[in-house]
């Protein structure tokens, strides 16, 4: 079992800049990937990227790249999402999610733990 924690969310101007951050606990993650997905009021939820934690490679959507960014720190078992030039339209609930085989996956349906979502709000 795998618990996550994401932190960091909150309020920012159009424009701005968030680091979102996801604590890990409770089993060795060295075979897992990590992902960040984001849903908005009535829509799917979204992929935005993903890294694998052994290898540190990545896998960005291409609605983001450019501008967000994930990373990860083995010593304190966290995942980032640096989030930069943010929009109105990127306002909704973040999550981080852990796939246990380390796919490079957008598909949400493969990730098997999930943490409880950050709210993110832009404003314009």
């Known amino acids: 079992q795998v618990q996550l924690v994401e932190s960091g969310g909150g309020l920012v101007q159009a424009g701005g800049s968030l680091r979102l951050s996801c604590a890990a606990s409770g089993r060795t993650l060295r075979t897992y990937a990590m992902g960040w997905f984001r849903q908005a009021p009535g829509k799917e939820r979204e992929f935005l990227a993903v890294i694998r934690w052994s290898a540190g490679d990545t896998y960005h959507a291409d609605s983001v790249k450019g501008r967000f960014t994930i990373s990860r720190d083995n010593a304190q078992t966290t995942v980032y999402l640096q989030m930069n030039s943010l929009k109105a339209e990127d306002t909704a609930v973040y999550f981080c999610?852990?796939?246990?085989?380390?796919?490079?996956?957008?598909?949400?349906?493969?990730?098997?733990?999930w943490g409880q979502g950050t709210q993110v709000t832009v404003s314009s």
């Open positions: 999610a852990a796939d246990p085989y380390g796919r490079l996956s957008w598909n949400p349906n493969l990730y098997n733990y």
